[in-house]
């Protein structure tokens, strides 16, 4: 599906050519509208959302059936078992069910037409009875199966349903041996279901081919469309035979294809070596179809996605169609009603023929797609793949306008979770983002995998339980199916497949990268303010398995087909595990006090990272690279690189301060085994040593708060010191951070912030957080001392009240912790109530963008309209009050064009205005302003800087008096 540009000979058209692909397909729409299940409505139009699954909660079939429910006591498999089918089962079938049945412990098989002993279980197969009223019947593929009470029955609409009852029988065998009772009525909800081999790159091996069927029958998908996009026989070289050896490949991949009740497709894209006109090429065409059928395949389509309109490849055909995007619908559509009829004459039981059109992912009419439907034969089906190439989402309302566009059937050719234009990535998240009206709407439903097959599954099983089941399908607890199908009962390769696949699941279809770790890290980091606390313990712990577990996963993988194809990410993965636990450990070493761990750790975290920035493929993107980088920066905190003075260039390791400091301590980082001396200077003694380095790399002496000009290390090479950190006595020993300077208080009520104190010394900063708030205001903080750890800051809560009767103005809040202090402006605002008088309102503006954007639309109470103004950063917008107010707060919503800085001016008469308020450093969005200004009856917000190229746009403007 790559956009390969450069690849194609298609000259004209911008050459998108996507191997995007579908097969043919049977049945109608209207042949997979579900009948209703004993004693319920028809699922397709009333049924509930919800499957019915009464007392099966601990069954588990996928695809998800409509219809579940528990049958009481689990049923015991004799050692003579009693077969009793009729025609309907096929050989394969049968044999399933057998080799099911023995599995559970069945030893021998009553012969037919003998006395069935007594006791032996009877298991009978075989079609489902005609009853009087056709909206009972099961559909194409449906079937019913009923354990319990010493007799298993399935009976099914036809061979395909049959053959689906014993898929969901062997997901009732329990681990004891015993088949779990239930009764189960269930059907297709989507008639033709399966994946397309289609993507630009290495194809699948033929043996891997074999495997994807066998996936395929398990999970009860009946289409295989082969269209891999580097086959050159299906493509430039359509008119050759394949090779002896290929075909005799296709005729044993037919053959497993019938054995899971698959139908094979071939889609083949002659365009680019074709005369449309001519008849010998149609003849030719024909030809390879027949040979194709003869290996086995049923079902055929056409494709012309990358066919130029401006370029023929014969003089005829610009005589016989013309030239532009009509002509070619029409020489497309010459050449599929001709194969449509060829494959109705000559081949009667062959799916109906399908077309992927040069415009497959358009939105609408066009030239193309009207002369396309008018000219092709009512029984060909269009492909498409939603609007867009790979789209996020496809609804029932795209498919149905797509529908009629067309005037066909429309085959959804889904391009997930092929990811052959995505380098580095795969794509293990759920199907997702279908509306159920898609698979319903649908002659078919393709997804189209990836080059790698088995990874492939994943997603595939999900889009299976969709088309399957559309209504009750739920992607989270399908994704967790698909993940332990692969995953085949080993527990540690289930927990292994859970981390690739929740590393790998975002995609354009939505989905969240590593949503399993996201909360693992925030409680990580959550509880870090505490280190010693048992949360914080326990947390330490979950994370540290969970790297474990991507440390492992290469391992975990080893020995099945899985490992080779998706190695690069498995590897990768393991990489981010090696450098999680690493940066745990000097997290831990941090908090243990222990410098030399904690500086071994960081640079071994450092030294992965490196080798970690060389990759090649994406895993756990915008997850696990915060993570680190994040665990980085509380090393960097907390040895004090973050305040460390810069080196000099050369020679000798000192450092020199403008003028003698009082030192607290001297950390200084080298390779390990690095020895030295570590120096001060002082005016009255000169040079003196503090001490030795340490043979762990790291070196922390406390220097006693003498004051010194100098720093140095001596006896070592300079190029080994990697750091030379000073920490000063007369600095305060901690940090004070407010979330801003100034903050609005209603007088009369209660105002919430944070503050954030961190340690500046090299150990843990104590004390109280102190308060000195002026009267009328009182300022609450925890009593209790603080303890910060090192290199770890702490939110504290700080709740502010403005008792009622104080006058409104400026406050200034003294806080204080560790010897450092911070104002905290409390604006005290009185209290607004009342309705939006702005509602009310007459609007106007200095200027409105266009008449769609007038300036009413700010004050009209729908935000779903705003006012724009032209691009001038004086631009202002204004509302006349319906009587003078003492205006409080003017509540804002902007939009993306919104100013950097504005004014909010008042006036009594609409000729005298008065600033009420300046805003510097807006962001948009949602803005509150405060204020106490009597007797306003204009209002007017005035723009001085535009903070985009574009004017100011406002979705709303509200004004609120002040409250008595
Ligand atoms: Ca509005």
Redesign the pocket.
């Known amino acids: 599906m790559q956009l390969r540009g450069g690849r194609t000979a298609a000259a004209g058209r911008a050459a998108l050519a996507f191997a995007v692909l579908a097969g043919a397909f049977g049945a109608a729409p209207a042949a997979v509208a579900a009948p209703p299940a004993p004693g319920t409505t028809a699922p397709g139009t009333t049924a509930p959302t919800a499957p019915e699954t009464t007392g099966a909660a601990d069954l588990s079939v996928w695809p998800r059936p409509h219809s579940l429910r528990a049958n009481g006591a689990p049923v015991e498999v004799t050692d003579e078992v009693a077969l009793i089918a009729d025609a309907t089962a096929d050989a394969p079938t049968l044999d399933a069910l057998r080799a099911l049945l023995r599995e559970a412990g069945a030893r021998r098989f009553t012969a037919p037409g003998a006395q069935v002993p007594e006791g032996a279980l009877v298991v009978r197969v075989g079609a489902e009875r005609a009853s009087g009223d056709p909206r009972r019947a099961l559909p194409a593929g449906g079937y019913t199966l009923t354990t319990g009470a010493e007799a298993v029955t399935l009976t099914g609409a036809d061979g395909d349903g049959l053959f689906h009852a014993v898929q969901t029988l062997r997901q009732l065998l329990r681990p004891d041996g015993r088949l779990a009772a239930a009764v189960v009525r269930d059907w297709p909800g989507t008639a033709v279901r399966g994946i397309t081999e289609g993507f630009y790159g290495t194809p699948w091996t033929h043996e891997q081919r074999l495997a994807q069927l066998d996936f395929m029958g398990r999970t009860k998908q009946n289409r295989y469309l082969y269209a891999p996009g580097d086959d050159l026989h299906r493509q430039a070289r359509w008119r050759e035979p394949y090779p002896a050896e290929r075909r005799a490949e296709f005729r044993e991949l037919a053959e497993r294809a019938r054995h899971h009740h698959v139908t094979l497709g071939w889609a083949v894209a002659p365009g680019q070596a074709m005369c449309f006109a001519s008849d010998d090429d149609l003849r030719a065409l024909t030809r390879k179809l027949d040979a194709m059928w003869a290996l086995g395949f049923r079902a055929f389509q056409l494709q012309f996605q990358d066919v130029s309109y401006s370029e023929w490849h014969c003089g005829a055909d610009a005589d016989r169609f013309g030239s532009g995007p009509g002509a070619a619908a029409r020489a497309q559509a010459r050449v599929a009603n001709a194969v449509a009829r060829h494959l109705a004459g000559r081949h009667p039981g062959a799916a109906a023929l399908s077309l992927m059109p040069t415009e497959y992912y358009e939105d609408g009419s066009t030239a193309y797609r009207r002369a396309l439907s008018r000219a092709l034969d009512p029984g060909v089906e269009v492909a498409w793949t939603g609007v867009g190439v790979v789209p996020r989402t496809i609804t029932g309302g795209e498919l149905a306008e797509a529908r009629q566009v067309f005037g066909h059937p429309l085959v959804t050719m889904d391009n997930y979770p092929v990811n052959d234009y995505a380098p580095g990535r795969i794509f293990l998240g759920p199907y997702q983002g279908r509306e159920p009206a898609v698979a319903a709407g649908s002659a078919g439903l393709l997804a189209n995998a990836m080059e790698q097959p088995e990874a492939s599954r994943i997603p595939l099983f999900t889009a299976a339980d969709f088309a399957w089941n559309p209504r009750d399908y739920r992607p989270q607890e399908s994704w967790r199916a698909a993940i332990a199908d692969l995953a085949g009962g080993d527990a540690r390769r289930l927990e292994a497949l859970t981390a690739l696949a929740g590393n790998d699941a975002s995609s354009v279809l939505g989905g969240e990268e590593s949503a399993y770790l996201r909360p693992l890290l925030e409680e990580f980091w959550r509880t870090r303010a505490a280190p010693r606390s048992k949360d914080a313990a326990a947390a330490a712990q979950r994370l540290r398995a969970a790297f474990t577990v991507l440390r492992e996963l290469p391992g975990r993988l080893s020995g099945t087909p899985l490992a080779a194809e998706v190695a690069p990410w498995s590897e990768r993965l393991a990489r981010y595990g090696d450098a999680g636990t690493a940066a745990l450990d000097m997290l831990d070493a941090q908090h243990a006090g222990d410098a030399g761990a904690a500086w071994t750790a960081y640079r071994s975290l450092s030294g992965q990272r490196e080798r970690l920035a060389s990759a090649r493929v994406t895993v756990g993107k915008g997850v696990l690279d915060p993570f680190l980088s994040r665990a980085r920066k509380a090393y960097e905190s907390w040895a004090g690189l973050g305040h460390e003075p810069p080196a000099r260039p050369a020679g000798d390791r000192a450092l020199h301060l403008p003028r003698a400091r009082a030192l607290h301590a001297v950390t200084v980082l080298t390779d390990p085994g690095t020895r030295g001396t570590v120096e001060v200077r002082t005016a009255d003694r000169g040079w003196r040593g503090l001490g030795a380095l340490s043979a762990s790399g790291a070196t922390e002496l406390r220097a006693g708060g003498a004051p010194a000009d100098a720093v140095r290390v001596t006896g070592a090479d300079p190029a080994r010191v990697r750091h030379l950190v000073p920490w000063f006595a007369d600095a305060p020993a901690a940090s004070l951070e407010l979330p801003e300077e100034r903050t609005d208080a209603d007088i009369g009520a209660t105002t919430r912030l944070t503050v954030t104190l961190g340690s500046l010394r090299p150990e843990e900063a104590r004390g109280r957080l102190t308060v000195t708030a002026p009267g009328g205001v009182e300022v609450r903080v925890p009593k209790e001392a603080l303890a910060v750890p090192r290199g770890t800051p702490v939110e504290v809560p700080v709740e502010v009240t403005v008792e009622p009767g104080t006058p409104a103005g400026p406050y200034d809040v003294r806080l204080g912790f560790g010897g450092v202090t911070r104002t905290l402006t409390v604006h005290a605002v009185p209290r607004t109530g009342g309705p939006d008088l702005a509602r009310g309102g007459r609007a106007g503006s200095s200027a409105d963008e266009t008449p769609d954007f007038p300036a009413s639309?700010?004050n009209?109470?729908?935000?779903?309209?705003?006012w724009s103004s032209p691009v001038d950063d004086d631009a202002w917008w204004q509302v006349e009050l319906e009587r003078p107010v003492r205006l409080g707060k003017v509540a804002l919503h902007w939009q993306e064009a919104h100013p950097s800085a504005y004014r909010v001016e008042v006036s009594a008469d609409g000729r005298t205005w008065r600033t009420a308020a300046a805003v510097r450093d807006s962001e948009g969005g949602r803005e509150t302003v405060r204020m106490d200004e009597p007797d306003v009856r204009h209002l007017r917000v005035r723009g001085e800087k535009r903070a985009t190229r574009y004017g100011y746009s406002l979705?709303?403007v509200e004004a609120y008096a002040v409250a008595d």
């Open positions: 639309a700010a009209d109470g729908d935000p779903a309209t705003r979705w709303s």
